[in-house]
């Protein structure tokens, strides 16, 4: 069993900053990718950003490329996503998604419950 603690999300005006986290627990083997994902209220779920084990790879969407960062802290199991100067269009509830191993031949993709993230105009 995995279990995903989204924090972070809320209210804020656009041009504001917000800090999401998501910390993995439970009986788990390795950790690859993390990654966070939105759906906007009618639209489809999409990447935001992800990031590779060693933290030497990212990867961001057009919409979020130099305004967010994600990070990661593997002694903690932990995923952030920094996002910065943030508009209306970035509202939208913000999933975790984890990805490894839970033994070395049981893999594991868990998602977090989500986060509600709201940018007032």
């Known amino acids: 069993q995995v279990q995903l603690v989204e924090s972070g999300g809320g209210l804020v005006q656009a041009g504001g900053s917000l800090r999401l986290s998501c910390a993995a627990s439970g009986s788990i083997f390795s950790i690859n990718a993390m990654g966070w994902y939105r759906q906007a209220p009618g639209k489809q779920r999409e990447l935001v950003a992800a990031?590779?084990?060693?933290?030497?790879?990212?990867n961001y969407a057009d919409s979020v490329k130099g305004r967010f960062t994600i990070s990661r802290d593997n002694a903690k199991n932990t995923v952030y996503l920094q996002m910065n100067s943030l508009k209306p269009e970035d509202t939208a509830v913000y999933y975790c998604?984890?990805?490894?191993?839970?033994?070395?031949?049981?893999?594991?993709?868990?998602w977090g419950k989500g986060t509600l993230v709201t940018v007032s105009s």
């Open positions: 990031i590779t084990s060693s933290s030497s790879g990212t």
């Open positions: 998604n984890v990805r490894g191993l839970l033994r070395s031949w049981i893999s594991m993709d868990s």
